[in-house]
């Protein structure tokens, strides 16, 4: 909980919550920012971060930390994801976002549907411009919950030349062992063991840890 991030007027019952984002749905009211990833040698861009947004009647836009956890409560998680997916292809279409990979975050629920992933995987042998360049991030919590899930989409994704990421990770607190049986290409390490980290053993002593371990792995780490 964070009160800077919470707003009166984002709050509201279940059911405004499903008539608003099955219109979002319907009309493909999204909105995409995108947040680069820099190398710490040289600042150059790695990827870009897709970051889901809805803009409200006055204009605001939305964090979807708002409404995602309404959505996979409401079963509309992969719809939100398919029109995720199906944007990021129209600006791969379009030229858009230089020639980086595009990173966006899938739902826990989505991972487990196997509909969305024999869609997602029709949707990238049609198109392998968008299918080389995307990075499926996954929070690391919702992951460890369906390993096996995980790793079969890591396996049909990666043969099609798509990355796969581990987000926030750390939250969660679970043994690194599972790394080994998992096709992962990045580890976003969560930012509270980034933050100060100067001044915390702790952290520094993790952040080591992992990386000899995910380097190992031929595991890239990224820093939140």
């Not at 990666?158 to 080994?180: C, E, I, N, Q, T």
Request: charged content about 30%; hydrophobic content about 40%; some cysteine.
């Amino acid at each position: 909980f964070d009160k800077k991030d919470l707003k009166r007027a984002d709050i509201h019952e279940a059911g405004y919550w499903a008539e608003r984002l099955r219109k979002v749905i319907r009309d493909r009211q999204i909105i995409l920012c995108f947040q680069p990833v820099k190398s710490c040698r040289d600042g150059s861009v790695l990827h870009q971060e897709a970051l889901l947004r809805i803009q409200e009647p006055d204009g605001r836009l939305l964090n979807a930390g708002v409404f995602i956890p309404m959505a996979q409560k409401l079963g509309l998680s992969v719809e939100l994801d398919k029109l995720v997916i199906g944007h990021l292809k129209e600006i791969v279409d379009a030229g858009g976002e230089e020639d980086v990979r595009l990173a966006v975050n899938l739902s826990p629920g989505t991972v487990s549907d196997p509909g969305f992933i024999d869609w997602l995987c029709v949707e990238l042998e049609r198109s392998p411009g968008l299918a080389s360049r995307l990075i499926i991030e996954l929070s690391e919590r919702g992951a460890v919950d369906q390993l096996d899930a995980v790793r079969r989409l890591a396996e049909r994704v990666g043969a099609l030349s798509v990355k796969v990421s581990l987000d926030h990770f750390g939250r969660g607190f679970a043994p690194f062992g599972y790394l080994s049986n998992l096709r992962i290409d990045y580890l976003k390490i969560d930012g509270s063991y980034i933050h100060g980290i100067d001044r915390d053993r702790e952290n520094q002593f993790f952040v080591q840890t992992l990386a000899k371990i995910a380097h190992g792995l031929d595991i890239q780490i990224i820093a939140e």
